[in-house]
Structures are given as structure tokens and as C-alpha cells.
């Protein structure tokens, strides 16, 4: 299976800028899909195709992939990003959807 | 608005059995490939198994395979999980996801609150 290497966490204060790093092999080659997860809560799509935002995510958060690393940047963090982020692709060979091990954004 | 409420979690002993629902509201059912996703204690999420649009077409992650069981009543816009033979690693919230385009794209847009399994004697 397809595997997805992400830092447990990452630490920013506010106002700064967030990089949450997703890494897998070629990942360059794939559409690499990130979502938010805060507890007790259902997860939230904040950007698909690489770089697409749903209605409602902020500007704020944008993606970025190539080579061997895909990149989550969220500028000017705001305490109420604190969450767990993950990276998501489809893993062609056995046709299935492939998550990452979950970054944990803490805003100091 | 897009609504999709998971029920059915509770505490099960090993080898018993559970299944989950999920009621999905705001939008045409039929028209989208359904998932569910599971995160354990402590662990990220993990991708359980797929549906698609008319059922058809199902698929499992190798650590469910041939123990869980999804299905769909596109009638009563509602999704399912079965679950057997429940091992203690099976513990986790469930959550219910829809799926961003019609065709399956494997990219979930929406995403139930969650329901709570726990495995235990």
C-alpha cells in the first residue's frame, strides 16, 4: 500500500505561517487532498486537487506538491486552527484511498 | 445543507456484532459514492470500505475484509456498515463521508459527526 509519511506535530504562533509536510514516493505524480480534524468534531476538507479550497476555507490555506513532498501552508494562524491535519491520495495500484499518519497543528 | 447523522455505535464484546447507519439529508443520495472512515484511540484516520452510487461496486481495507459488510437503501437515503466478528482493534469512531464528485472520486467533502464502537468484554 501507498504510504504517507507526516510529522506528529508542528508547532506556530499566532500570526505566523504553518508548513505541514506530507510525504510519499513521486508524490508529485498525485492529486494529494488534506483535511481538518479538531476533536469531538467531524473531519473538514480544506483543500483538494492540490490546491482547491471548498466554499467557506479561508484563503488562508493553500497546497502545494512536488517531488517527493506535498505541503499544507496555512498564513497567519489563528488559534482556532489548532487541530489534527491530514494528507490524503488514491493509491492506484490497490484502488483505494490512503491517509496519512495526522500532523498535530498547535498555535502557541 | 448537507447532513449526514451515523447511529448504531456502542460497546460489543469481541467477536459480536454491530451495524451502523447513516442518514444523509441535503442532497441526492443516489448521485454520489458513499465511505467510511474509522479513527482508534490515539490513531489517525484509516479508510474502512466504499460505495458506490447505485451499490454496485464495494471495496475494504485488508483489516475489514471479509468481516465488515457496506450496503445503501437509496430509497431511504441511508448508508450502512455491518460489522462482524469485532476485534478489540475495531474500536474507533466511524464516521460516515460523501463523496466530493459522482463518479467516486475518493475525495470526501462532507463528513458525519461520528459514532462511537468500542470492542471489550
Known amino acids: 500500500s501507498y504510504v504517507l509519511t507526516q510529522p506528529p506535530s508542528v508547532s506556530v504562533a499566532p500570526g505566523e505561517t504553518a508548513r505541514v509536510p506530507c510525504g510519499g514516493d513521486n508524490i508529485g505524480s498525485k492529486s494529494v487532498h488534506w483535511y481538518q480534524h479538531r476533536p469531538g468534531q467531524a473531519p473538514v476538507l480544506v483543500i483538494y486537487y492540490r490546491s482547491d479550497r471548498p466554499s467557506g476555507i479561508p484563503e488562508r490555506f493553500s497546497g502545494s506538491n512536488s517531488g517527493n513532498t506535498a505541503t499544507l501552508t496555512i498564513s497567519r494562524v489563528e488559534a482556532g486552527d489548532e487541530a489534527d491535519y491530514y494528507c490524503?491520495?488514491?493509491?492506484?495500484?490497490?484502488?483505494?484511498?490512503?491517509f496519512g499518519g495526522g500532523t498535530k497543528l498547535t498555535v502557541l | 445543507e448537507v447532513q449526514l447523522l451515523e447511529s448504531g455505535g456502542g460497546l460489543v464484546q469481541p467477536g459480536g456484532s454491530l451495524r451502523l447507519s447513516c442518514a444523509a439529508s441535503g442532497f441526492t443520495f443516489n448521485s454520489y459514492a458513499m465511505t467510511w472512515v474509522r479513527r482508534a484511540p490515539g490513531k489517525g484516520l484509516e479508510w474502512v470500505s466504499s460505495?458506490?452510487?447505485?451499490?454496485?461496486?464495494?471495496s475494504y481495507a485488508d483489516s475489514v475484509r471479509g468481516r465488515f459488510t457496506i450496503s445503501r437503501d437509496n430509497t431511504k437515503n441511508t448508508l450502512f456498515l455491518q460489522m462482524d466478528s469485532l476485534r478489540a482493534e475495531d474500536t474507533a469512531f466511524y464516521y460516515c463521508a460523501k463523496d466530493l464528485g459522482g463518479g467516486g472520486s475518493l475525495i470526501f467533502d462532507y463528513w458525519g459527526q461520528g459514532a462511537l464502537v468500542t470492542v471489550s468484554s
Open positions: 490524503q491520495v488514491w493509491d492506484s495500484t490497490h484502488d483505494h484511498p490512503v
Open positions: 460505495i458506490s452510487r447505485n451499490g454496485g461496486k464495494s
